[in-house]
């Protein structure tokens, strides 16, 4: 007999060889009948595998987490057989599930187009109505490649070939179409549900190289049903809305040329933006008591080479080499000059800790494929410090920086923050004994900050683990941003020391920590957390004065050098335009505030004041109008101090 440990902790005994299905029936019929598949130990299995060895088990119903990818996988191997019903002759390659979906790439002489997508999508609603059964298979290598041989399929003999041969070859059959699959699967295609949708087609090269011949990848989205799916795509079509790219046009804030991939050019309202940014960030930093530095960008590659980065990141450098034959590298990371500062002069355990930042831009190539916008970038501004402590400072040290940034991120409007621990990679320099330290210094800094955290196994630096901070958007989606890393190695790789209090030599622990990250996709994110309507103190332009007509160009004039003399960020805008169309063009562009002047207004020294996503206007005097903007412009940080003051 085989002891099976249930969620509730409760165990039974099976006859080995017992299947899942068996399992399900032996608690409830009507668990069985909702069963779709089994967790043994973690690990998705089919309902009709036998079990043969004692597992922690759990029978996954469709409602389960875990079932999605499940439909998923199910629903790419039945577009795979509607698209080779409707186009016979197309070869089947590979279909992984992924974020929010699949996709299967297919070979065939003419490509696919989107045309195409709602003739398969219909024949996949057809096949999932029949409720044909998933079925397994074990077969030999010599059968599965004679088989898909005489088939015409011969990327799937290349597939068999790759299988390594100590792994069984499974087939699966849902009715008579089969494929070369590991599983697991649902019982039937019936149990996929209509909660699907085929959204595009694009160019993918067989096993990812431009060397090979070129296929049709057709993408879907899947879901348990047609309400989740239905809100996929509002989201989805809320993201359209909020691409910053598309944005970053309206607002008139920065734009991208094929000149410089991966690189951003800021427009004034953009790079406005981006030092409001820099300036609040600085505020916080000089009151949390780092300074300010500036490190080359390019440095000799024998410092790269030094401090490990060339052995884990030299094919992602951007090198150039002088009419001297030395080797330069433009530097993906700001640590090593950081340390080279802090090694400037010597530095006492009084000194300590030692807090150094930079706004410094760094350079690292990216595939061309993944550049995307501001998000994903090769030419980017990190908000980067290094804390230079000593051992007993460590957690004092990350929980003050842990609270700065919980502080930031709901100052911008951040109230989800996901914080996840990594730990050691596989790849990565100094010795397990110093790894165990600086992971447990860093987890009891997490103990003593109260709150939960996500493990994030073998995702550190190759230099030490660190805490990832994750923040939800508006919409629900979630970008990683600030790090604290705990790195213990190195500082003596690149020769830092301090003199104790025993008057001898020690290592720094340094703490890396970047809050925003790369400023370049912060922006990116603000600009689709807020779907560009920015709080007032963060906006690029605060103001537009504009007339009704031309007989208050002079007085707008006036209104207008009132606010910057106010300090406000403020446009004028006097064309010969019907007021309608300027404040639609203004509020198109984020405009927080319309200041409309007309001969009334300039008779009585008022302003109509018109806010972004509001119908209703109000009038009030110039002197109150500004008073009343300037109170709402103050930032966050500032508004601490006053308060601070105050008390």
């Known amino acids: 007999m085989i002891s099976l440990t249930f969620p509730d902790g409760s165990k039974r005994e099976f006859k080995p060889g017992v299947t899942g299905a068996e399992v399900a029936e032996s608690i409830a019929k009507s668990l069985a009948k909702k069963a779709v598949a089994v967790e043994l130990d973690g690990e998705l299995k089919d309902l009709a595998e036998p079990i043969e060895a004692a597992a922690k088990i759990k029978i996954v119903t469709r409602e389960d987490a875990r079932a999605l990818e499940l439909i998923r996988h199910d629903c790419a191997h039945v577009m795979a057989e509607a698209v080779q019903e409707l186009f016979p002759g197309t070869q089947v390659t590979i279909g992984p599930v992924i974020e929010n979906g699949f996709y299967y790439d297919f070979a065939r002489e003419e490509p696919f187009t989107l045309e195409d997508l709602p003739q398969i999508e219909a024949r996949m ?287 911008f409007g951040f109230d989800e923050v996901i914080v996840k621990f990594s730990d050691r990679p596989e790849k990565r320099v100094g010795s397990d004994e110093v790894w165990d330290k600086a992971e447990a210094a860093l987890r009891h800094a997490v103990s003593v900050t109260g709150g939960e955290v996500e493990l994030n196994p073998g995702e550190g630096a190759f230099y030490g683990p660190k805490l990832e901070y994750v923040l939800r958007d508006a919409i629900g989606r979630d970008w990683q941003c600030g790090t604290v890393q705990v790195d213990l190695n190195l500082p003596g790789r690149l020769g830092a020391f301090y003199i104790g209090e025993d008057g001898e030599k020690h290592v720094p622990v340094m703490l890396h920590r970047a809050m925003f990250g790369s400023l370049e996709r912060f922006t990116g994110i603000l600009v689709e957390h807020h779907a560009g309507h920015f709080p007032l103190w963060l906006a690029p332009v605060q103001a537009v004065v504009t007339t009704i007509t031309s007989d208050a160009d002079a007085y707008a004039g006036k209104v207008r050098a009132a606010l910057d003399a106010a300090g406000l960020r403020a446009e004028l805008d006097i064309r010969n335009e019907k007021i309608n169309y300027k404040v639609r063009e203004h509020s198109l562009a984020k405009v927080p505030a319309i200041l409309v002047c007309g001969r009334r207004e300039a008779d009585e020294g008022t302003v109509n004041i018109r806010r972004l996503g509001s119908k209703d206007q109000v009038t009030l005097p110039l002197e109150d109008a500004i008073a009343a903007l300037l109170a709402e412009a103050v930032a966050p940080d500032q508004r601490d101090r006053r308060s601070e003051k105050a008390a």
């Open 125 to 411: 609603r057809e096949i999932i109505a029949r409720n044909a059964p998933f079925t397994r298979e074990v077969w030999s290598r010599d059968e599965a490649k004679r088989v898909f041989g005489e088939m015409g399929e011969s990327y799937k003999v290349q597939l068999v070939d790759a299988i390594p041969e100590d792994q069984t070859i499974r087939i699966y059959r849902q009715g008579d179409w089969f494929d070369l699959c590991r599983g697991p699967h649902m019982p039937s295609t019936g149990k996929i549900g209509n909660g699907f949708k085929l959204m595009k087609v694009a160019g993918a090269y067989w096993r990812g190289d431009s060397n090979n011949p070129m296929l049709t990848r057709i993408y879907g989205t899947a879901w348990a049903s047609e309400a989740d799916l239905k809100a996929h795509l509002d989201r989805l079509e809320e993201a359209e809305k909020r691409d910053h790219r598309r944005l970053g046009r309206e607002m008139d804030l920065y734009h991208f040329q094929e000149e410089a991939p991966g690189a951003v050019f800021w427009h004034p309202k953009g790079w406005t933006l981006f030092q409001q940014l820099i300036n609040y960030m600085r505020r916080r930093q000089h009151d949390a008591g780092y300074v300010e530095v500036n490190s080359p960008d390019m440095m000799d590659r024998s410092l790269w080479e030094q401090s490990g980065h060339w052995e884990k990141f030299g094919e992602n450098m951007y090198t150039s080499q002088t009419p001297d034959e030395r080797v330069y590298a433009l530097k993906p990371m700001n640590c090593p000059g950081h340390i080279q500062i802090f090694k400037n002069g010597l530095k006492s355990y009084r000194d300590l800790p030692r807090k150094i930042a930079e706004f410094g831009k760094v350079h690292r190539f990216e595939p061309s494929g993944a550049l995307h916008g501001l998000m994903r970038v090769r030419h980017f501004t990190q908000d980067d410090a290094h804390i230079f402590c000593t051992e007993e400072q460590i957690t004092e040290e990350c929980v003050k920086v842990h609270d700065l940034m919980m502080k930031i991120y709901s100052e």
